[in-house]
């Protein structure tokens, strides 16, 4: 299988899997990169806005910012579409996430996103992790948003490949529950869909915080480069999405409930739930036209197995929406339960190896 067909690589040799800061390494510098764009091709070519743009830290005033200001501290990660890394913003001291995507927006689309971005700066949920700003530079769009210790990707491959163990129920509930109340901020306050629901796309610290991230402007841009070239499967879309004979028919945000459960699925086992497929075709006949993924593993409760099948309905009609999720006995349970989360997640960023071994881990995980 050529690496453009094979899930999640983007059709890059990328490392999928870097060290989640620890006690030990948080307040080290990561070495400098030898270039501050990384290895992004830049696109000097497109028309864009000036290269700046404006930055809103907690607790300090609206700026205005260049890339000048960002001091880079090294990559934490690489996706498809471009990679993250923590830099410093030089006037205040404050390390953030910088995520920059290669744009191949004109400079109309590029104000549109801006304005658009704006409102998510605003935005005051705290299960959303915060995006502060964002500028295009020579067609690259950077964001700056809140720097979290981990992604649940490289968390549960630590718990169940490399330790050995099975994350609590517990666990798997409050982020459940920080996920849903995450998605319904964004629909009903900020009227979207997130559309790229994914173990990713869910961060973790270590003061026991979970928070969505990836939506908006970020979001925009992959699909606008997505629409461009093959950018290959999209394991976590819903039935209603891929299947080529409904596309008329739209979706809703049932689609997000779907990804949502196949991102449950493998925190629950530890595994992607559909066996590797190579081609788009593969893709398809699994998704749209086997039985969807049940989760039956005994060590979770009736509660947490219902819940996860719910959101893998593959019927559209038959899958809740956040309000009726939020109303299952999975949730209503956790909302009460006073848990330790923060504890959880240290002692196991604290037990993470290194990154080369949480590489070899990764790739030899299947999606
Ligand atoms: N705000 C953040 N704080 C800490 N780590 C982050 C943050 N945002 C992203 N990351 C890390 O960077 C990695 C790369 O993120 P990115 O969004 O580029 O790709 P991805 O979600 O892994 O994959 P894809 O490009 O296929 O969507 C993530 O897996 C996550 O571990």
Request: proline share 6%.
């Amino acid at each position: 299988m050529s690496d453009n067909n094979r899930i999640g690589s983007g059709g890059t040799s990328r490392p999928r899997f870097v060290l989640p800061l620890t006690a030990s390494n948080q307040n080290r510098a990561a070495p400098q990169s030898a270039s501050p764009i990384g290895q992004l091709q830049t696109q000097p070519g497109l028309p864009g806005l000036p290269p700046v743009g404006q930055l809103k830290l907690p607790d300090q005033p609206e700026r205005q910012f260049s890339v000048d200001d960002l001091e880079d501290l090294g990559e934490i990660g690489r996706g498809a579409f471009g990679s993250v890394n923590r830099m410093r913003f030089k006037p205040t001291g404050s390390v953030l996430a910088v995520k920059r995507i290669r744009s191949t927006v004109d400079q109309r689309q590029q104000k549109n996103m801006l304005l658009e971005l704006n409102v998510v700066v605003n935005c005051e949920c705290p299960f959303i992790a915060r995006s502060y700003g964002a500028l295009f530079k020579e067609g690259d769009c950077w964001i700056c948003m809140e720097l979290m210790d981990t992604s649940l990707d490289k968390f549960y491959r630590v718990v169940y490949h490399h330790l050995n163990e099975v994350i609590p129920e517990v666990v798997i509930a409050q982020v459940s529950l920080a996920t849903v109340k995450a998605l319904n901020y964004l629909k009903e306050k900020l009227g979207m869909m997130h559309r790229d629901v994914k173990p990713s796309n869910i961060l973790a610290d270590r003061s026991g915080r979970v928070k969505l991230c990836d939506f908006g402007i970020a979001g925009k841009l992959v699909d606008s480069i997505a629409k461009t070239r093959d950018a290959g499967c999209r394991p976590y879309m819903a039935p209603e999405r891929i299947d080529y004979q409904r596309v008329g028919e739209g979706y809703d945000v049932r689609s997000d409930v779907w990804s949502l459960g196949i991102s449950l699925y493998e925190l629950c086992t530890g595994r992607f739930p559909y066996k590797q497929w190579g081609t788009m075709f593969e893709q398809l006949e699994q998704v749209v036209k086997s039985e969807p993924p049940r989760l039956t593993d005994a060590r979770f409760s009736e509660e947490a197995r219902n819940f996860v099948n719910l959101c893998l309905s593959k019927d559209v009609k038959k899958r809740p929406k956040y309000r009726q999720l939020l109303q299952q006995p999975f949730l209503e349970q956790c909302a009460q339960d006073s848990v330790d989360i923060a504890a959880y997640f240290c002692s196991v960023l604290d037990r993470s190896p290194d990154e080369a071994r949480l590489n070899e881990l990764l790739a030899a995980v299947h999606f």
